[in-house]
T-cell receptor, first 113, second 112 residues
Framework: DSGVTQTPKHLITATGQRVTLRCSPR?????VYWYQQSLDQGLQFLIQ???????AKGNILERFSAQQFPDLHSELNLSSLELGDSALYFC????????????FGQGTRLTVV | GQQLNQSPQSMFIQEGEDVSMNCTSS?????WLWYKQDPGEGPVLLIA?????ELTSNGRLTAQFGITRKDSFLNISASIPSDVGIYFC????????????FGTGTRLKVLA
């Protein structure tokens, strides 16, 4: 158990809908990262938050947004969902903003039908 | 999206054999991490490397941070069936963006 908690584990929704994925980082970790992993693909970095502020942005679509709350949990919002958004979404956390090891949650499997 | 070149893409080996895989980049990295991912699970951190030339072991696993800072290697000695999975390298650049870039993964299958 990495200490990073993601909910829900599975999500099935229809195209055009909006969903929210939740992540609770490890105790003491200030950074949260979101990654997308499509079938048999590597991990694509979406966005990083550090202590409530956006720190780095990757290949995140405009339909997607994220935030980190004062209690350091984070939410990834996916809207106007398309079939191609079906993937595993992982959250990771680390202590610092840079040069520190990141620990992953078990992921949320999103299926868009 | 940006990814590291990781090789081999997949490998079948006999139980007891040693395994080597590597990751290369056109960018200089200041951190290398190696992860293992089991099906349907999140990646689990195996080894972290912070200095060029650093050699670090974790049980039967040994990883090295390349001298050029553009590559890293992972070796698994005396493989066992539970080594099966996908191994990812991840690097953090020095460009100040503070994000990890992941390799394309090496899928390892161990034949008993």
């Amino acid at each position: 158990d990495s200490g990073v908690t993601q909910t829900p584990k599975h999500l099935i929704t229809a195209t055009g809908q909006r969903v929210t994925l939740r992540c609770s980082p490890r105790s003491g970790d200030l950074s949260v990262y979101w990654y997308q992993q499509s079938l048999d693909q590597g991990l694509q970095f979406l966005i990083q938050y550090y202590n409530g502020e956006e720190r780095a942005k990757g290949n995140i679509l405009e339909r997607f947004s994220a935030q980190q709350f004062p209690d350091l949990h984070s939410e990834l919002n996916l809207s106007s969902l398309e079939l191609g958004d079906s993937a595993l979404y992982f959250c990771a956390s680390s202590v610092g903003a840079e040069n520190t090891e990141a620990f992953f949650g078990q992921g949320t499997r999103l299926t868009v039908v | 999206g940006q990814q590291l070149n990781q090789s081999p893409q997949s490998m079948f080996i006999q139980e007891g054999e040693d395994v080597s895989m590597n990751c290369t980049s056109s960018s200089i990295f200041n951190t290398w991490l190696w992860y293992k991912q089991d099906p349907g699970e999140g990646p689990v951190l195996l080894i972290a490397l912070y200095k060029a030339g650093e050699l670090t072991s974790n049980g039967r696993l040994t990883a090295q941070f390349g001298i050029t800072r553009k590559d890293s290697f992972l070796n698994i000695s005396a493989s066992i069936p539970s080594d099966v999975g996908i191994y990812f390298c991840a690097g953090r650049t020095t460009s100040g963006t503070y994000k990890y870039i992941f390799g394309t993964g090496t899928r390892l299958k161990v034949l008993a």
